[in-house]
């Protein structure tokens, strides 16, 4: 089992920038490929970005390419998502998940944290 504890998330203005970090608790971290996700008000919950067990692979999303950075410091049992030139539009709950690595890439992500909240006003 793991748990998943995300924070950084507030009320920002367009152009600004926020560190999203979600922290991990539980065995075998190092194993597991990470994302995150958001999910805005009256949208469906979309992909924002990945990081394989050993941080040798991310994808970003089109929306966030060249914007958002996600990396993870397994030492410290985190994940990271750097968020750079935020638009109104990024206005979301931003949710990390955890899916073990041997799992196919189209299957469910195993464990999800509750979510932190960014805002982004014009």
């Known amino acids: 089992q793991v748990q998943l504890v995300e924070s950084g998330g507030g009320l920002v203005q367009a152009g600004d920038s926020l560190r999203l970090s979600c922290a991990a608790s539980?065995?075998?971290?190092?194993?597991?490929?990470m994302g995150w996700f958001r999910q805005a008000p009256g949208k469906e919950r979309e992909i924002v970005a990945t990081?394989?067990?050993?941080?040798?692979?991310?994808i970003h999303a089109d929306s966030v390419k060249g914007r958002f950075t996600i990396s993870r410091d397994d030492a410290k049992m985190t994940v990271y998502l750097q968020m750079d030139s935020l638009k109104p539009e990024d206005t979301a709950v931003y949710y990390c998940?955890?899916?073990?690595?041997?799992?196919?890439?189209?299957?469910?992500?195993?464990?999800w944290g509750q979510g932190t909240l960014v805002t982004v006003s014009s």
């Open positions: 998940a955890a899916r073990w690595r041997t799992k196919a890439t189209n299957s469910p992500y195993d464990f």
């Open positions: 539980g065995p075998l971290f190092s194993g597991y490929n």
């Open positions: 990081v394989n067990y050993d941080g040798g692979s991310t």
